[in-house]
């Protein structure tokens, strides 16, 4: 295990079979070609690229949900965590929010009761949110309150990697900059590590340290954001930055 990466993954393959029928046999779709990448602790790295040129594909294998075909997926800290991208349909809307935070502990089965509750209270002053949230259900929640449930969610056991797939597109530009202030302040007091994806590269340049550009399942860019930004070396990465 290397104690400064928080992820390793080496040229991973990934795809599916589509179509076939009675008469017709299955094709193979390839979503991600040699993927190799590092993402080193405490790190914010920027995945960015058109739809459905695989970013989604990549957090589903790190996640374990995809299996990949060949390549390797390393993980030196446990599994990540997930923030998604529409907090409303990620929690459940038929307990509040204390059974919501709670939930996972419950599940673990180390702690009791008190201490649980105790947790729950913790994450819920990290994250910004006042304790009468506690008793409410996502539905009496505003759409940058449930944002601030689901990444506190997500924090609840304590992970030291986070993958957060366009966690702020649903939010107006205001709720935006403060749940990405909340991020990097986390990020900062935690020690955190993200894998962040998102096609907003405005976003991406205010919150990441190292961004990776993907076009047709391939990592065909990566550096840091000022060399991205400042230095594209790809057409398609002048191309996604023209297109702001």
Not at 182 to 197: R, T, V
Request: aromatic residues 6%.
């Amino acid at each position: 295990m290397n104690e400064e990466l928080t992820l390793s993954v080496r040229h991973l393959t990934c795809g599916y079979r589509a179509g076939g029928g009675l008469f017709e046999k299955a094709v193979r779709q390839e979503v991600l070609r040699d993927v190799t990448f590092d993402l080193r602790n405490g790190e914010i790295l920027g995945l960015v690229g058109e739809s459905g040129t695989g970013k989604s594909t990549l957090a589903k294998a790190i996640l374990g949900m995809v299996r990949p075909d060949s390549g390797e997926i390393i993980h030196h800290t446990k599994r990540p965590q997930m923030i998604f991208q529409d907090p409303y349909s990620s929690l459940n809307p038929a307990y509040t929010v204390a059974w919501i935070l709670e939930e996972p502990l419950r599940i673990f089965g180390k702690y009791d009761g008190p201490e649980r509750k105790r947790r729950v209270r913790e994450i819920l002053d990290r994250v910004e949110l006042p304790e009468e949230c506690l008793a409410a259900k996502p539905s009496e929640l505003s759409g940058g309150q449930r944002q601030r449930v689901s990444i506190a969610a997500a924090l609840i056991q304590r992970p030291k990697f986070l993958i957060a797939d366009e966690p702020v597109s649903a939010l107006d530009v205001t709720i935006q900059a403060q749940i990405l202030q909340l991020l990097k302040k986390l990020n900062q007091e935690l020690g955190l590590s993200y894998l962040f994806i998102s096609h907003d590269l405005n976003v991406v340049y205010q919150l990441c340290d190292r961004v990776m550009v993907m076009k047709s399942g391939q990592i065909v860019e990566q550096g840091s954001v000022e060399e991205i930004f400042n230095h594209p070396r790809q057409d398609y990465t002048r191309q996604l930055l023209a297109a702001e």
